[in-house]
Nanobody, 122 residues
Framework: VQLQASGGGLVQPGGSLKLSCSAAGRRLDTYSLGWFRQAPGKEREFVAGTSWRGTNTYSANGVRGRFTVSRDGADNTVHLQMNSLTPDDTAVYYC????????????????WGKGTQVTVSS
């Protein structure tokens, strides 16, 4: 499975960004796709994820209500809409794939995409 993330950049506090992750490979329908992030000096942490068909979505407490994860089944893409961004959201964001039913924990991630930098600053 190959994951290609895009959409990072610089945004002011309170602003919005949308990340996208395009998936390619075999047996994609056995994977859930989502996002992790890693800020400087901190451990990589789960942000949000969705089952392959998009029927189940999950998000971390710190982003719930601000970030929305969604699937576009037509082109095997998962999006992360991020609103009301704060400087604490500054991190490298990674697209990730876990087997359906597995927890959203770093050791359970089978595939990682290259990170995309999100910087929230005035």
């Amino acid at each position: 499975v190959q994951l290609q993330a895009s959409g990072g950049g610089l945004v002011q506090p309170g602003g919005s960004l949308k990340l996208s992750c395009s998936a390619a490979g075999r047996r994609l329908d056995t994977y859930s796709l989502g996002w992790f992030r890693q800020a400087p000096g901190k451990e990589r942490e789960f942000v949000a994820g969705t089952s392959w068909r998009g029927t189940n979505t999950y998000s971390a407490n710190g982003v719930r209500g601000r970030f929305t994860v969604s699937r576009d089944g037509a082109d095997n893409t998962v999006h992360l809409q991020m609103n009301s961004l704060t400087p604490d959201d500054t991190a490298v964001y990674y697209c990730a794939a876990v087997q359906d039913g597995r927890p959203w924990l770093v050791p359970d991630v089978e595939y990682w995409g290259k990170g995309t930098q999100v910087t929230v600053s005035s």
